[in-house]
């Protein structure tokens, strides 16, 4: 069983329309949970860091983690086309030495004007 | 711009050259990091520096060779590799600091393609 488990999509959505993006993990010990929005040809780019359980906002996008079922969200409002791109979950823990982060295998989000 | 650049941008080369990617971080972070990124896989930790030490090796080929002189800069050394070695190599950095754990910010990646 994979560390982390991400739907790798692809995903297509029509402008406007509110997205979801799922991860789901099997260690417990994981309290660090990080989205990275990536465009074709260029690096990851962080969009959302949270720690421990709850929610977080900013903007456009929400993050969710709920620890008790191993499960973490990126939520989207109003989706643009320039939201189009593969969204990375990422997680670590404070035991992983150097703050080793483990990441999904990414979803590959579209919308279409 | 995310304060970590890297070099070259895009690299060609034979299986029997040697070649380096450079990478330099400006955020004055204490922690850097080598990814391999193939297509529809999740990205591969390489090698971790923190305050220049080598703390992982993801049992990586030794055909892969990394150096950290200072904390702000990190190389990876190429030779004999092989096709299937052709990915996008990216470096991160990050703050590392007791029992806190920051996020990772990563350069643009250099796209590495063998012969």
């Known amino acids: 069983q994979k560390e982390v488990e991400q739907d790798p999509g692809p995903l297509s959505v029509p402008e406007g329309a509110i997205v979801s993006l799922n991860c789901t993990y099997s260690n417990s010990a994981f309290q660090y949970f990080m989205w990275y929005r990536q465009y074709s040809r260029k690096g990851p780019e962080l969009l959302m860091y949270t720690y421990s359980s709850g929610n977080k906002e900013d903007g456009r996008f929400t993050a969710q983690v709920d620890k008790s079922s191993k499960y973490i969200s990126l939520f989207i409002r109003d989706s643009q086309p320039s939201d189009s791109a593969t969204y990375l979950c990422?997680?670590?823990?404070?035991?992983?030495?150097?703050?080793?982060?483990?990441f999904g295998q990414g979803t590959e989000l579209s919308v279409k004007p | 711009e995310t304060g970590v650049t890297q070099t070259p941008r895009h690299l060609v080369m034979g299986m029997t050259n040697k070649k380096s990617l450079k990478c330099e971080q400006h955020l004055g972070h204490n922690a850097m990091y080598w990814y391999k990124q193939s297509a529809k896989k999740p990205l591969e930790l390489m090698f971790v520096y923190n305050f220049k030490e080598q703390t992982e090796n993801n049992s990586v080929p030794s055909r892969f060779s990394p150096e950290c002189p200072n904390s702000s800069h990190l190389f990876l050394h190429l030779h004999t590799l092989q096709p299937e070695d052709s990915a996008l190599y990216l470096c991160?950095?990050?703050?590392?600091?007791?029992?806190?754990?920051?996020?990772?910010?990563f350069g643009p990646g250099t796209r590495l393609t063998v012969t």
């Open positions: 991160a950095s990050s703050q590392v600091s007791g029992a806190v754990i920051y996020e990772q910010y």
């Open positions: 990422a997680m670590t823990s404070i035991i992983n030495q150097g703050g080793k982060l483990i």
